[in-house]
């Protein structure tokens, strides 16, 4: 995009967080990129010259990780899941301005310059690093070996590296001076309480390079480290400017930013370490860092690793775009939690978008088509309508530039009910029963006042339900409402003697069946039904067919099916068609191991059995049978969580070698997180747990195959 487009406009540059590309997007996703869309949306309606980024994280042993588990190249797998993110931005017809890739050579120069830039500057310096690393929150932790995440509560692997460090100590008062300074740069309130909180309790500095594994930037001139990847995150919002290079018209038009949006759980990482970058470098810092709340499934924050997601493409399939961003926007107050039902969607749809503004266009147009031929009337304006209608602008407007958009909204349907109670106050039908000239003025002046508002509403609802906004607009006859000057939006911009365009429905109503239909689709969906088929345990042999026989003790016995259950299909083999059966069972049935017992080899090799040794364990109060367990597979340590503490004392284990199911998804329990299994042989009536072994010492991490 030309740098000069608008010039005269102020500058408006708006960002997303860059999504990680080991998950596939999900609603999460959705809720801030459609925040942001509808804030730039806004904003260009105000005549501002906005640029709105987004786009894709892509480095890092997460992502590294990831890759070699879907048995792909870290590049291609990149490549593929940042184009889903991109195709799904598309289909709901966002407006980015940019979309950038961690992985293209402008942020890669960029990254690399920054790196260069905060060395020349004598901020950075190298050290040796010996602590722990979260590889889930790519964030270095406090604590011992076997620390877990404050963040997500996963155990921390021990790094001990030399490493190329930031001074992000020098920054601590500077930090704290500027957020006193502007207290507008962390919004709302509370993350800035907690950011506050952070630095006052003093700031180490920071490791910014990686060598143990090579998926990422190089540093410049020591290849050998790969630069940290929120480092490298962080930067995509300069380097989509054109940081780095000799010329950044964009860079000088539009940084620093007027509004960064992010989820809670990212703002350390963007109040603390992305402004000491930028300080360090000598840049601008952004106006204001926007910390929104999580969007909630079944109760709990929706995200891959908890298998609870929700694909925006089910809404969009059965509702369409507008209805998703109206919930999203409506329903959760901008920056605290919300929750998302496919109940709640189709209530509100049916309530506010089907029932509420649909109705009230359908019904006032076909008013209009039928008694004055299709033409805007002209008659006098109803005062207290145009008054509701400009406090609605005023209210509608201030909730938008304060993002929040549930305010918002619920002014501008408040309007609509007005508007609403307006016509059947009048009751311009029985008006029209009279053909008196009284009775057509009258007329005239209830119709032309209800699609007056319209036009009002239509306007205001824009940034929210952009195609909707379109079709009414030119049922209105009013054009394209994406060139419309709507920039100074009065009441009284709508010409008597227009004609209407083409009628046509705007909601139509949602049946019931809408919310089982979205329930299948996600139940069907691949990515749904491997996330179920990972929470069931795994059994080898049928623990009935032999007296003694191996099982994997469940976290919690009672959570144990003594039945034996086929491994999980592969990922790719669910269709809609057949739902819940593998595709490859029906073409296979050697496949279709659920009539005979037995599992085929691919089915077995899918699960994935290490030897690991215990490094802690402790009893989990309150909970009799169950003992944290704190293991290391030689590539990573973690915590298990697991149900033998009736068969163990704890203090016996540490140290001893243990086979586990190494590629279980996490599951919580007593509020742990239990990362595997531990298998073992279940003896006697009681199923008394005895853990596998070996007569020879293994080393740890080999896998049984
Ligand atoms: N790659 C980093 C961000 C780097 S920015 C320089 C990252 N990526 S992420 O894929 O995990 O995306 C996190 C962002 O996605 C959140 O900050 C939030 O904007 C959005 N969300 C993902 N799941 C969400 C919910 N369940 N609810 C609300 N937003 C969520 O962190």
Redesign the pocket.
């Known amino acids: 995009m030309p740098a000069n487009k608008n010039q005269q406009n102020p500058a408006f540059f708006l960002t ?5 590309v ?2 596939r997007p ?4 959705t ?2 990129t459609v925040a942001a869309d509808a804030l730039a949306r806004w904003k260009r309606t105000r005549g501002f010259d906005v640029r709105f980024l987004t786009g894709t ?1 892509e480095h890092g042993q997460k992502i590294e990780r990831s890759a070699a588990k879907a048995g792909k190249t870290p590049e291609q797998f990149a490549a593929d899941v940042s184009q889903e993110f991109r195709a799904l931005w598309d289909r709901m017809g966002l407006t980015y301005d940019d979309y950038i890739r961690t992985t293209e050579e402008r942020h890669k120069r960029g990254v690399q310059h920054l790196f260069r830039v905060l060395q020349q500057r004598g901020f950075i310096y190298k050290g040796k690093y010996a602590g722990q690393y979260c590889v889930f929150d ?1 964030l270095y932790v406090d604590g011992p070996p076997g620390t877990v995440c404050p963040d997500c509560g996963r155990l921390t692997e021990t790094v001990s590296e030399e490493n190329y460090f930031f001074k992000l100590s020098a920054f601590e008062r500077r930090l704290l001076e500027y957020f006193e300074a502007h207290p507008e740069f962390i919004q709302p309130e509370a993350r800035r309480n907690e950011v506050l909180a952070f630095v006052r309790s003093g700031l180490r500095d920071l490791s910014i390079s990686r060598t143990s594994f090579n998926w990422g930037i190089p540093v410049p001139g020591d290849e050998k480290h790969v630069i940290y990847v ?1 480092m490298d ?2 930067a ?2 300069i380097t989509a400017l054109g940081y780095g290079m000799e010329q950044h018209p964009l860079l000088d038009r539009y940084w620093p930013a007027q509004v960064q ?6 703002s350390r ?2 109040c603390v370490y ?1 402004p000491a970058f930028l300080m360090a470098a000598g840049l601008p810092l952004p106006q204001t860092v926007i ?7 079944e109760q709990s ?3 891959k690793s908890r298998g609870n997601i929700v694909r925006a493409e089910t809404v969009l399939d059965v509702l369409g775009a507008d209805a998703l961003r109206y919930f999203l926007l409506r329903e959760i107050r901008f920056g605290q ?1 919300g929750s998302f039902s496919f109940d709640a969607l189709v209530q509100r749809y049916n309530a506010d978008l089907a029932n509420g503004y649909g109705n009230l266009v359908s019904r006032t147009l076909a008013m209009i088509g039928k008694y004055f031929d299709g033409r805007i009337p002209e008659g006098a304006v109803d005062a207290g309508l145009q008054a509701e209608a400009e406090q609605a602008i005023t209210k509608v407007s201030s909730g938008y530039d304060a993002l929040q958009f549930s305010d918002a909204l619920d002014a501008l349907w408040r309007l609509i009910a007005q508007t609403d109670g307006y016509l059947t106050a009048n009751a311009p039908w029985k008006v029209a029963a009279s053909e008196d000239a009284a009775s057509r003025k009258r007329l005239a002046e209830i119709l032309y006042s209800a699609a007056a508002s319209i036009r009002v509403i239509t306007a205001l609802a824009y940034p929210v339900i952009p195609d909707a906004a379109a079709k009414v607009w030119k049922q209105l006859g009013l054009g394209d409402i994406a060139t419309a000057d709507l920039k100074h939006l009065t009441w009284g911009g709508l010409q008597p003697g227009t004609r209407l365009g083409e009628p046509g429905p705007v909601f139509p109503r949602a049946e019931k069946e809408a919310i089982s239909r979205m329930q299948a689709i996600e139940e069907q969906h691949p990515a749904r039904a491997t996330a179920e088929a990972e929470k069931q345990p795994a059994v080898f042999q049928n623990p009935a067919a032999v007296p003694v026989s191996p099982k994997v003790v469940p976290p919690e016995p009672t959570a144990f099916t003594p039945t034996a259950v086929p491994a999980a299909p592969p990922t790719q083999s669910l269709t809609a068609a057949s739902p819940g059966l593998p595709a490859a069972a029906e073409a296979n049935p050697a496949v279709a191991a659920p009539a005979t017992g037995k599992i085929s080899i691919e089915d077995f090799a899918r699960v994935e059995l290490r030897v690991a040794q215990v490094l802690k364990a402790e009893r989990v109060p309150n909970a009799d049978r169950l003992l944290r367990l704190e293991v290391d597979l030689g590539y990573e340590q973690r915590q298990i969580v697991a149900g033998i503490a009736e068969a163990y004392a704890p203090e016996t284990l540490i140290g001893r070698k243990v086979v586990i199911v190494a590629n279980l998804a996490p599951r919580k329990l007593r509020g742990l997180e239990s990362n595997g299994m531990i298998v073992a042989a279940s003896v006697g009536e009681k199923g008394r747990p005895v853990l596998a072994g070996f007569l020879e010492d293994v080393e740890i991490g080999a896998r049984l195959k």
């Open positions: 997303t967080p860059i999504y990680y080991n998950a999900h609603l999460g996703h809720y801030t994280d790519e929120w995150a962080l995509n919002y949006l992010i989820g809670k759980e990212i990482f963007h992305w910390a929104h709340g999580w969007l909630l499934f924050k929706m995200s939690d």
